[in-house]
């Protein structure tokens, strides 16, 4: 047995191809209102950052929305936005200190699942770090949040479209490092789960592992197309040497519309690697930065 990444391994395939999508960002476009409204004001709170709040605030912005670190899993986000805030000079400056994350930052380099549920196993077993109940108390914070907050918001255009075409040719499956149950609300309450196979979420483990569970059935790396709107993804499926398509940050709708009416084509015709591939992620490694706007 797999543990929670089991359905991966019991989907039948259908098809030669196969096709994995990110959600958040990529297929709706619910990154901003998730981190600005439900991510980074449970951070200031939980965290204690209200006296550096600007500060705060800023560098998750751009740790989880418009960093090339866009779209990780929630833990190693907020290591990143813990180590960014405690090197800002303002933050020197106004006397915050971080508290002792050391078994954050463990966990978070030795757990192959990073979600609940693991984290909720961890503090089980390790009834005396105050830290890190705190820290399972700020993600279960965080789901209450989106799950109160964060409806309504449709697929980008030309989303239903493409799905409808690639389930022609393509089995698809979900992956994402949102928890599952969020995962699941958002994709059926606007009708479009029917076409997901799976949906993976972070409780199956890494967006690249949960692509090679899914290649276990026998997709040539060519007919496996990783669809993405950040880094990671596009890390995930070459772990994989899967195939690319990006969906660009801030053009979005533009990129669902060049898919749907040209690399789905290229792709189911065999036409899609190398030139093709190269200068879209080419032109997609220019939309997002490398160096937080206050150390350029």
């Known amino acids: 047995m797999h543990g929670p990444a089991q359905p991966l391994y019991d989907m039948k395939r259908e098809h030669d191809f196969l096709i994995c999508i990110d959600s958040d960002g990529c297929v709706f476009d619910t990154m ?9 004001p449970n951070i200031i709170k ?17 740790v989880n929305l418009y960093s090339k670190s866009r779209g990780i899993n929630r833990f190693p986000a907020l290591l990143e936005v813990f180590d960014l805030v405690a090197e800002r000079p303002e933050v020197i ?6 508290p002792d994350i050391a078994s954050f930052r463990q966990w978070v380099a030795t757990e192959p699942k990073m979600g609940n549920p693991a984290l909720e196993s961890y503090v089980a077993a390790h009834p005396d770090d105050a830290l890190m109940a705190h820290m399972l108390a700020w993600s279960k914070a965080v789901n209450e949040t989106i799950a109160d907050m ?3 918001v449709p697929p980008f255009p030309y989303v239903r479209e493409s ?3 690639m389930a022609e040719q393509a089995d698809i499956i979900v992956v994402s490092q949102t928890p599952n149950a969020a995962l699941e609300r958002e994709w059926a309450e606007h009708g479009i789960d029917r076409y997901a196979k799976v949906i993976a979420g972070q409780e199956m483990g890494t967006k690249a592992d949960c692509i ?3 290649k276990t059935h026998g997709y040539a790396n060519d007919h496996v197309l990783m669809i993405g709107d950040a880094p990671g993804d596009l890390k995930a499926g070459k772990r994989n040497d899967a195939l690319f398509f990006p969906i660009n940050p801030s053009e979005e709708d533009a990129s669902w519309k060049q898919l749907y009416e040209e690399s789905l084509d290229r792709f189911f015709g065999e036409r ?7 200068e879209l992620i080419r032109a997609f ?9 206050w150390k350029r």
Do not use: M, S
Request: overall charge negative; charged content about 25%; some cysteine.
């Open 32 to 40: 901003e209102v998730k981190h600005k409204e439900c991510f980074i």
């Open 272 to 278: 899609y690697a190398g030139d093709y591939e190269a």
């Open 285 to 293: 490694d220019g939309y997002l930065p490398a160096t937080p706007p």
């Open 46 to 62: 939980y965290w204690n950052f209200q006296a550096v709040d600007k500060f705060a605030r800023e560098t998750a912005e751009y």
């Open 93 to 98: 400056a106004r006397g915050y200190r971080l």
């Open 150 to 152: 964060v409806h309504g």
């Open 163 to 165: 799905l409808a075409k």
């Open 212 to 214: 090679g569970y899914a």
